[in-house]
């Protein structure tokens, strides 16, 4: 076929939660009934027209496909995975009579329903993003099963702009699926390729009819070694996948993109021999590469603006790694983003409250898509033209670099002078023997942290950021709160406390806004999963403690039980994992720099009575690198973080860790090395898959596999978490285990919370009623 004229600059995908979270407000007022569906479907439509407006006023064209459509009303996984049929049996009453799936379906098999369990969640590649995993095995019925990705492409026609829709690849959508229950052993999703592509080129029909000129693929997977599905074999079904999407009758032009790091050897082979028009590569995280046969046919969309993290970045250097590009023999060079722009916030102008200093070292994914629209103008109009912008650019790199705070001698003496026994804290079993003290029952009971954040709690920290409370009746409040917390986790029977974290408005944005070296926004909301956003804080300098951070709430709330309530912190990882970091020095080093500062808290902690602290680390697998080869350096360096936060801790003191939401069984031996006494993990929506990793492996500490799904509005029942519990018991030695739920209950209700718990004490009472200790 004959492509139409690729455009010069382009970007990947774009925020879609909103400028001011309207996607999240609208879902909720639709889930709570308070809204229907046609007022959502209003509400959507509206946010998706406001995109493409402010992507066209920025210099994105409405007529030549630069415009992605990149929407989505929960996950672009599950967006593609129901658009093909892949709904799983326990949802199939919802389908409609003509096979169609409706939206009420979409929302069941991202949330549950009933006692149908939601579909699992995982961390998109190494992001902060969570996607639902398609469930794939051979009886699903691959067919086109929704015309949304169509009827997008028409309503933006409508208004006169032609958008680029952007879909999940059949071989990443296949690649980052699991196994049915029902599939035998050995099966593959990969198997079910041939019949999904069938379903794919009806797809890229209907979206030509729509009108839509061009498509965009998603092919991450391609540049992944991380995955259950090894290079060559992803190479060898994108060969086969791509050879028979390019030979359809009807379809778009095919921008294959591939983000998120460099493409393999092998898939870069098999996509250069591809008949696709365009592909997309990720030149931020991967060097330019040497030849690639097949390539003359194409356009490369060099993406040299880094769509994950807010720094402004030297343009004069994408300038040159685009220019490289033109060596390779393409028929034609673009520039663009590395990834979607769903990982930054919308718009630095909107952020007024930031030093206007540190305002000008960034770019959220407005500043980004300008920043395209230069790139795309110096490759028609010649590097002259935009001689001025680069200019600018580097002179905010450099003022960056000298700026007061970013560099600060006392906290880089300290770092230097670490040694390896800075990270050691001695024999586990003589720890576990010093903390028989604790007088813990087996089967210990307790919950992550966070109880639900409720809508008086957060009416009254905006009332005192507002002046309208003053500090000292906000505290009243917050000493309210926590009273009442732990009055009901007494009441519960719960028998290791937490204190709610009501003055916490984030994980990490609370340590950030105590920590010197970080900034917080006030509008940088970025989507962890549906209607689920944060704020990530901004890491710009040397990080240091200057005063104690958690010790008070944490002494109160100890004094109001006999019971030991846990001191809770966040990790240097996952503080990193979940800010938008400095870019001028290695990862590692910050780390130890937040490590540090939190080895100082848990001092304190100690000093003030508290003999349980939790130091949570759910990122620990999300930054693990994608290239097996960069994989040993990362987890030695994040070990080492962790272990340097938490080895000043005395003996008695018991050390507890939680990780969420990823493939455990990757990073066991590293969850091991972290050295905590005890860890809690995510296993309840995954049935408790991971119990098994965590036999096999020996890990001889404390453990407790999730048994209640935070991530879902379902109450699950004694009898199920009975079950999940009955098997870690039946795996591990039961001094070991712990009974809590999967993550911290901070985006529930009360009512839901309340009744969930009640059910895991009682789940627990009657397992440790009929069990003895083992092992």
Known sequence: MTAPAFPAGTILGYPRIGRRRELKRALEQHWAGEIDEAELDRVTTELRRATRERLATLGLGRGDSAIPESFSFYDQVLDAALTVGALPERFGALRAADGSIPLAAYFAAARGLGEAAPLEMTKWFDTNYHYLVPEIGPETDFRLSSDRFARQVAEARADGVTVRPVIVGPVTLLALAKSSDAAPAGFAPLDRLDDLLAVYADLLGALRRAGAEWVQLDEHALVSESLDVDAASLAAAAARAYAVLGAATERPAILVAAGYGPLTPEAWRALGAAPVEALAIDLHRGGVPTAVPGLAGKTLVGGVIDGRNIWRGDLGAAAERLASLAGLGAAGVAAGTSTSLQHVPHDVADETALDARLASWLAFADQKVAQVVTLARGLTDGPAAIAADIADAAAALADRRSAPGVRDGAVRSRAAALTPADAERGDLELRAA????????????????????????????????????????????????????????????????????????????????HLDGFAVTQHGWVQSYGSRATRPSILWGDVARPAPITVDWARFAQS???????????????????????????????????????????????????????????ALRELLPLRRADQASYLDWSVRAFRIATAGAAAPTQIHTHLCYSEFGVVIEAIAALDA????????????????????????????????????????????????LRR???????????????????????????????????AADRVRGELQPIG
């Open 434 to 513: 010093a903390q028989e003290s604790l007088g813990l029952p087996v089967l210990p009971t307790t919950t992550i942290g966070s109880f639900p954040q409720t809508g008086d709690i957060r009416r009254a920290r905006a009332a005192h950021g507002r002046g309208e409370l003053t500090a000292a009746e906000y505290a009243q409040f917050l000493r309210d709160e926590i009273a009442r917390v732990i009055a009901l986790q007494e009441d519960l029977g719960l028998d290791v406390l937490v204190h709610g974290e009501a003055e916490r408005n984030d994980m990490v944005q609370y340590f950030a806004e």
């Open 728 to 762: 870690a018991a039946a795996e591990l030695p039961l001094r070991q285990v712990w009974v809590n739920p999967d993550c911290g209950l901070k985006t529930r209700g009360y009512d839901e919370t309340v009744a969930s718990l009640r059910n895991l004490v009682t």
């Open 677 to 724: 006494d005890v860890t809690s993990i995510e296993a309840a929506r995954s049935r408790g898959e991971v119990i098994g990793d965590i036999a096999a492996s020996g890990f001889a500490a404390g453990i407790g596999p999730g048994v209640y799904d935070i991530h879902s509005p379902r109450v699950p029942s004694s009898a199920e978490i009975e079950s999940l």
């Open 560 to 618: 109001l039980s006999d019971k030991h309530v846990k001191g809770m912190l966040t990790g240097p990882v996952t503080i990193l994992a979940w800010s938008f970091v400095r870019d001028d020095q290695p990862l590692a080093d910050t780390a130890n720099q937040v490590a540090l500062a939190l080895r100082d808290e848990i001092a304190d902690l100690e000093d003030a009575g508290i003999r349980i602290i939790q130091v949570d680390e759910p």
